[in-house]
């Protein structure tokens, strides 16, 4: 992935809601299918939460009115003035602040993304899928195998023509945590029961959901579970959860 002011600008538009309806379609599909586009995405969602911080707020504010006073000194004297010189070294610490500030965030929000982007595979396409038509199978699993998933959302989102089955119910989770809905990916993963025989694929995934929202301790609790069940994904949320326990 290049990273031009063209890339920075469109993904600007698409986290305040400006981008055309056509286009948010198209950049979200893109997104799921790009792991560093997804990162480069969740570094600007940051950078705008902390651009938002009151206390960084307040450094621009000050920053502004230093640039400011810096401008109207300049014009009126021919030479930089000691008052002057402070100022500009004043402003100097105020960037290097906030700029520490955003690099020690992102930095920290990098690492929660890149363990995501290490451990998350999607869930498989499985040959049966019960309580549907074979069209309806069909579809369903050729839009999601081709990474369709605003598709396999519309038609597996409006369950009045077939029962929501639990392993219909992974596929849509699924497909909504590669659109970035992750409330949405929870409800889906929620509803499956511990009796369920997709309980543990339910907990793996909602660990990563967890994780993708920064919420570590929650991830944790379900990646202890996951480990005490003793099962397929016992040994990845071993090392996951080391990782989060460093």
Do not use: C
């Amino acid at each position: 992935m290049e990273r031009t002011q063209e890339l920075f600008e469109k993904i600007e538009l698409y986290l305040s809601k400006e981008l055309p309806a056509q286009e948010v379609i198209a950049f979200e599909k893109e997104i799921s299918m790009d792991s560093e586009l997804e990162l480069e995405v969740e570094k600007h969602r940051e950078l705008q939460r902390v651009l938002s911080d009151t206390d960084t707020l307040l450094f621009k504010e000050k920053l502004h009115k230093i640039s400011t006073e810096i401008k109207r000194e300049s014009s009126e004297e021919s030479t930089i003035s000691y008052s002057l010189f402070w100022k500009i070294a004043a402003s100097i610490v105020i960037v290097f602040g906030v700029g520490t500030l955003l690099w020690n965030t992102l930095n920290t929000s990098g690492d929660f993304s890149d363990l995501y982007a290490a451990y998350y595979e999607i869930y498989p396409v499985e040959d049966v899928i019960r309580g549907s038509t074979q069209v309806e199978k069909d579809v369903i699993m050729k839009s999601y195998a081709e990474g369709d998933y605003q598709k396999v959302v519309a038609i597996l989102s409006d369950n009045t023509s077939f029962p929501l089955t639990e392993q219909f119910r992974l596929y849509l989770g699924n497909s909504y945590l590669n659109l970035g809905k992750e409330q949405e990916a929870l409800e889906q993963f929620q509803q499956i029961g511990d009796d369920s025989k997709y309980s543990e694929n339910a907990n793996w995934y909602q660990a990563l959901t967890y994780l993708k929202l920064k919420d570590a301790e929650k991830s944790s609790a379900l990646l202890k579970d996951i480990v005490d069940f003793d099962g397929v994904y016992k040994e990845k949320a071993q090392e996951l959860l080391a990782k989060l326990e460093d």
